[in-house]
C-alpha cells in the first residue's frame, strides 16, 4: 500500500466520520425546533466533495508525496477541529438554524466569519498538490468557489436573522 492510499485512506475514514456526526448533530437540532436553510443546493455540495475524493482515489492512490502541502494540510486538521469544538452538537454539514440561539462569536468565529469554509478551501488544493495533481487542484478549488458561492448566499440572510447555522 503505497503513502498515498493510505493519506487517502485516513481523508475518506475522516470525512465519512463527520458525515455521521453532521447528520446525528442536525437530527437532534431538527428535534429542538432548528430549521434548515438551502436544502437545495446540499446535493451539490455533497457531489462535489464525493467526486473529489473519488479523482484523488483515481488519479493519486499511487502518486509520490510532496510533503510541504501534505504538513500545511495536517496542520490544518487542528483548525478543523477547533471549529468542531467550538461548535460542538450545533455542527453540521447543512444550513440548520436553532432560533433564538446566539451566534458563535468565540473560537476561530472571533476571528473569521467561516473558517471550516477556510479549511475546506485550503484542503482542496493542498490534498491534490501533495500528490502532484495540480489540475486537480484547480478544477476542484474553481468548484468549490462556486458551491459556496451559493452556500453563503443561503447562509447570510439566516445567519442575520437567527443563530449561526452549525
Known amino acids: 500500500m503505497s503513502a498515498a492510499s493510505i493519506i487517502l485512506a485516513l481523508v475518506t475514514m475522516q470525512r465519512l466520520g463527520e458525515l455521521v456526526l453532521a447528520r446525528r448533530n442536525t437530527q437532534r437540532l431538527l428535534a429542538r425546533g432548528a430549521v434548515e436553510v438551502g436544502a437545495g443546493h446540499y446535493p451539490l455540495l455533497v457531489a462535489m466533495h464525493a467526486a473529489w475524493l473519488i479523482a484523488l482515489w483515481i488519479n493519486g492512490y499511487d502518486q509520490p508525496v510532496d510533503l510541504i502541502p501534505l ?10 477541529c477547533w471549529v468542531l469544538a467550538t461548535l460542538g452538537p450545533r455542527w453540521t454539514t447543512r444550513i440548520i438554524v ?8 468565540h473560537g476561530p468565529y472571533r476571528y473569521i466569519a467561516h473558517p471550516n469554509y477556510v479549511v475546506v478551501a485550503a484542503e482542496i488544493a493542498l490534498l491534490p498538490l ?3 495533481l495540480p489540475l486537480l487542484a484547480l478544477i476542484f478549488s474553481a468548484l468549490n ?7 453563503i448566499r443561503a447562509e447570510q440572510p ?3 436573522t437567527s443563530g449561526r447555522p452549525a
Do not use: D, K, M, S
Request: glycine share 10%.
Open 71 to 80: 504538513i500545511v494540510f495536517i496542520g490544518l486538521q487542528g483548525l478543523r
Open 98 to 105: 436553532l432560533p433564538g440561539a446566539p451566534l458563535v462569536t
Open 130 to 132: 501533495a500528490l502532484h
Open 145 to 151: 468557489a462556486v458551491v459556496l458561492a451559493i452556500r
Open 158 to 160: 439566516a445567519l442575520a
